[in-house]
Nanobody, 125 residues
């Protein structure tokens, strides 16, 4: 099993920045890819970004490309999501996820095996 704990959410004004963290524990050696998703009130959960643990390959949703950056610290078993130029439409609960299997794009929720509890991000206009 892998446990994921997100932190770093909060309230920020439009145009501001936040950095989310996701600390993984347990069988972290089994992780192949990690990602961030978000879910706004009344809407479906959507993919934001992902990183492949070995090699660091990244992939982003079009809506955040150029504004958000996903990175990882292997020594700390932690993934980060640096969010810049935030907009009110970025308001959502942000979830961290981890997957064990190779050969996946890791852009869809059903490709992941473990999920965190989520952290709220609110962007005011």
């Amino acid at each position: 099993q892998v446990q994921l704990v997100e932190s770093g959410g909060g309230l920020v004004q439009g145009g501001g920045s936040l950095r989310l963290s996701c600390a993984a524990s347990g069988r972290t050696f089994s992780i192949y890819g990690m990602g961030w998703f978000r879910q706004a009130p009344g809407k479906e959960r959507k993919f934001v970004a992902r990183i492949i643990w070995s090699g660091g390959s990244t992939y982003y949703a079009d809506s955040v490309k150029g504004r958000f950056t996903i990175s990882r610290d292997n020594a700390k078993n932690t993934v980060y999501l640096q969010m810049n130029s935030l907009k009110p439409e970025d308001t959502a609960v942000y979830y961290c996820a981890a997957g064990r299997r190779s050969g996946r794009l890791y852009a869809q929720g059903n490709e992941y095996d473990y999920w965190g509890q989520g952290t709220q991000v609110t962007v005011s206009s």
